[in-house]
């Protein structure tokens, strides 16, 4: 079975600019997570869906969106970047509603000069 | 506030030397405990889940426990490729997962 993947694998913006991410789970699996990795944080939760819905948002601005298709495949979307959104953005998929192991993709590094 | 310690923060081990980490929690409404390994530019890969205390799991030389306030992961006569950072994480009640700092594991030959 594929894993998770995402693109792009890498990416380089710079400030103000807007950038989407895309995340394709496991297949079977219809909740998708997405988190934010930097060498000062650590990994911290930014939202999750489950059927084209938001069910859990973490504590990050509005310039912080996604969003989910009926094919459960997710996207993220950072507006008006700043310096600090350089960071590792990790998706992670899950099949069941409680209890559920989280499989993470390979991520995407992007980097704002 | 909900929070996740590990230690320590680095650890170097010669092969075969075993070793243990720690991953102490402060959370209201746990329902599970997870570890995740995790190589440099890679996303972390799936080690195990514990959902309550006395509960143990192993994977080759890798053994984790639960207990009521924290969880261990004892590496047994590690090699260098099981050098990586591992990660513990606890899901709450309303599923999101909360990462400790992690614990960067260095095996030398």
């Known amino acids: 079975k594929a894993g998770v993947t995402q693109t792009p694998r890498y990416l380089i913006k710079t400030r103000g600019q807007q950038v989407t991410l895309s995340c394709s789970p496991i297949s079977g699996h219809r909740s998708v997570s997405w988190y934010q990795q930097t060498p000062g944080q650590g990994l911290q939760f930014l939202f999750e869906y489950f059927s084209e819905t938001q069910r859990n948002k973490g504590n990050f601005p509005g310039r912080f969106s996604g969003r989910q298709f009926s094919n459960s495949r997710s996207e993220m979307n950072v507006s008006t970047l700043e310096l600090g959104d350089s960071a590792l953005y990790l998706c992670a998929s899950s099949s069941r509603l409680d209890r559920e192991t989280q499989y993470f993709g390979p991520g995407t590094r992007l980097l704002v000069l | 506030e909900d929070q996740v310690t590990q230690s320590p923060e680095a650890l170097r081990l010669q092969e075969g030397e075993s070793s243990s980490l720690n991953c102490s929690y402060t959370v209201s409404g746990l329902r599970g405990l997870f570890w995740y390994r995790q190589d440099p530019g890679k996303g972390p890969e799936f080690l195990f889940t514990l959902y309550s205390a006395g509960e143990e799991k192993e994977k080759e030389r890798l053994k984790a426990t639960l207990t009521k306030k924290e969880s261990f992961l004892h590496i047994t006569a590690p090699k260098p490729e099981d050098s990586a950072t591992y990660l513990c994480?606890?899901?709450?009640?309303?599923?999101?997962?909360?990462f400790g700092a992690g614990t960067t594991v260095t095996v030398r030959a």
């Open positions: 994480a606890v899901q709450l009640n309303d599923y999101k997962l909360s």
